[in-house]
Nanobody, 114 residues
């Protein structure tokens, strides 16, 4: 069974917003820290934000103040609200466990361009 299913990507203008969703399996959602990662063309995958099962969050410096990670316990879903988007945010966004990631899925493409 698929452990993480990303959705919500698309095209946004600079300064715009997108909300990404990650449907997480129940067992992982309940006990593990989940992270959003991204990989831009020609660059390595980087960690963007994490949220622990208890709700503690972490953000990489480049997105602090612009992105918000959250979770909905009833829906077993982790979100990444992305505001004030910049062209540098263009990447494929993935969700996965943080400490011990599973196999990477296809992700969801975010393109920020005017």
């Amino acid at each position: 069974q698929v452990q993480f299913v990303e959705s919500g990507g698309g095209l946004a203008q600079p300064g715009g917003s997108l909300r990404l969703s990650c449907a997480v399996s129940r067992i992982i959602f309940s006990i593990d820290t989940v992270g959003w990662y991204r990989q831009a063309t020609g660059k390595q995958r980087e960690l963007v934000a994490t949220i622990a099962s208890g709700g503690s969050t972490y953000y990489t410096d480049s997105v602090k103040g612009r992105f918000t990670i959250s979770r909905d316990n009833a829906k077993n879903t982790v979100y990444l609200q992305m505001n004030n988007l910049k062209p540098e945010d263009t990447a494929v966004y993935y969700c996965n466990k943080y400490v011990t990631p599973n196999i990477w899925g296809q992700g969801t493409q975010v393109t920020v361009s005017s």
